[in-house]
Nanobody, 119 residues
């Protein structure tokens, strides 16, 4: 099993910044893509950003130019730097970890961290 733990959420004013962190531990074999999803009240969970083991990144249109995803492969960690935050960014943010084994693909989720953007 792989444990995924997020941190860094909180309350921030519109226009502010936050940095989310996520670390995977436990039965690590070969982590592939890592990413961040979010779910606002009454809405479906949506992809925010992802990064492959080779550093290729992708972003939701709603966060392009404002959010930056990065990772530290040595620490099995992924980060999300969020800037110019808007009230509509308010959601629970979940870290997603994909691990490849020779005969399987494993997907792990963190417990979520709340981000609230409000004045």
């Amino acid at each position: 099993q792989v444990q995924v733990v997020e941190s860094g959420g909180g309350l921030v004013q519109p226009g502010g910044s936050l940095r989310l962190s996520c670390a995977a531990s436990g039965s690590i074999f070969s982590i592939n893509t890592m990413g961040w999803y979010r779910q606002a009240p009454g809405k479906e969970r949506e992809l925010v950003a992802y990064i492959t083991s080779g550093g290729i990144t992708g972003y939701a249109d709603s966060v392009k130019g404002r959010f930056t995803i990065s990772r530290d492969n040595a620490k099995n960690a992924v980060y999300l730097q969020m800037s110019s935050l808007k009230p509509e960014d308010t959601a629970v943010y979940y870290c997603n970890v994909n691990q490849l084994r020779p005969v399987s693909h494993e997907v792990y989720w963190g417990q979520g961290t709340q981000v609230t953007v409000s004045s």
